[in-house]
């Protein structure tokens, strides 16, 4: 089993930042992503990180203004967003991927429970 447990989220003005964190125990998983869900609208995956490598991707509406990065020592995965607009509020929910290709979005094993994120015009 994994254990995935998100931090960060809150409410901040178009433009800001915000970073979120997942911090991730339990079985070794080879992806940890992001994702998030707008009222309304389908989950999208966000961005993912490769924990042996360090290999990133994103999906191009966030492309050069989210970073994901990882702190192995703490098991925590981090989702730096910047530059936040108004269409990025979304609940953000991390997930965990015990093999595979980290940016296929589709075989996600295991998911937390997600921090609110809310950006005001």
């Known amino acids: 089993q994994v254990q995935l447990v998100e931090s960060g989220g809150g409410s901040v003005q178009a433009g800001g930042s915000l970073r979120l964190s997942c911090v991730a125990s339990?079985?070794?998983?080879?992806?940890i992503g992001w994702f998030r869900q707008a009222p309304g609208k389908e989950r999208e995956g966000v961005a993912a990180?490769?924990?042996?490598?360090?290999?990133?991707t994103y999906d191009d509406s966030v492309k050069g203004r989210f970073t994901i990065s990882r702190d192995s020592a703490k098991n925590t995965v981090y989702l730096q967003m910047a530059s936040l607009k108004p269409e990025d509020t979304a609940m953000y929910t991390c997930?965990?991927?015990?093999?595979?290709?980290?940016?296929?979005?589709?075989?996600?094993?295991?998911w937390g429970k997600g921090t609110l994120v809310t950006v005001s015009s």
């Open positions: 997930a965990a991927r015990l093999s595979g290709n980290c940016g296929n979005w589709d075989y996600y094993d295991y």
């Open positions: 339990g079985l070794r998983t080879n992806c």
């Open positions: 990180i490769f924990r042996g490598g360090g290999d990133t």
